[in-house]
């Protein structure tokens, strides 16, 4: 056994470390999932012509991205419940993150929109095209392969992120950890396990992305792209 690190104890403790790793990965997916479905409406809004949807939209972007996250995790989950709103606490991790993260990939989606050709937007008009339409079958399809360098690191940014989940005591890898130090005295063997596997979790999913993006950049290099099949 060394003084630093006793691999015995290491072993023991895995199994505990890897159910909240378990909570860890889902938390991100769940995470990750909620910001992309926030993201879009609220990059949508920002686009919006009308005042009533392009004003709230950009308040909500700016005010959020503009406080950390710690700071609106705390306000959802101990002042919400003065409010009505009562949520466990990875409920309440989890709404915090797809809205905090789901504020700056709105930004992504909008600049990715923005990208698309404006002679695209002139070939909706001139066939009269439904806007929402045109959105969903011409420009998104265009708009978001081009993105996912960037939802990518955001994606890792949130798994990256989940430790904060610990102060709402959150059952996540970093909250096991620390209850087996605060139990055993010992730190340096559950922080190194979680340590590598953030490591390696976050060198997987670069791969990953890297992966989804080079296929995507194939695929778009092979189909035409525009109001084919529309």
């Keep these: 056994m060394s003084d630093v690190f006793d691999w015995g104890f290491a072993w023991s403790i895995l199994p505990l470390l890897a159910s909240g790793a378990l909570v860890t ?3 991100t997916v769940i995470g990750f999932v909620l910001a992309l479905a926030i993201g879009l409406p609220l990059a949508l809004g920002r686009r919006s012509r009308s005042f009533l949807l392009f004003i709230p939209a950009t308040a909500v972007i700016e005010f959020i991205r503009s406080t950390p996250l710690l700071i609106q995790l705390y306000f959802i989950f101990f002042v919400g419940p003065q409010f009505g709103i009562k949520l466990s606490p990875l409920m309440a991790g989890l709404l915090a993150i797809g809205l905090y993260y789901g504020c700056f990939i709105a930004e992504v ?3 990715g929109i923005d990208a698309v050709p404006r002679g695209q937007w002139e070939a909706v008009m001139a066939l009269n095209i439904g806007r929402w339409r045109a959105y969903r079958a011409i420009i998104l399809p265009q708009a978001i392969p081009p993105m996912i360098p960037a939802l990518g690191n955001y994606l890792i940014d949130i798994f990256k992120a989940t430790p904060i989940l610990s102060v709402i005591t959150v ?3 970093m909250t096991r950890a620390k209850m087996i130090g605060s139990e055993s005295f010992r730190y340096t063997e ?3 396990i979680v340590g590598a596997f953030f490591l390696i979790m976050t060198l997987g999913a670069s791969f990953l992305v890297r992966r989804l993006e080079r296929l995507l950049g194939e695929v778009r290099s092979k189909t035409p792209a525009g109001l084919t099949g529309v």
């Design 25 to 27: 990965f889902q938390s």
């Design 109 to 111: 989606y909008r600049s």
């Design 190 to 192: 559950p922080m190194t």
């Design 171 to 173: 059952l996540e890898m």
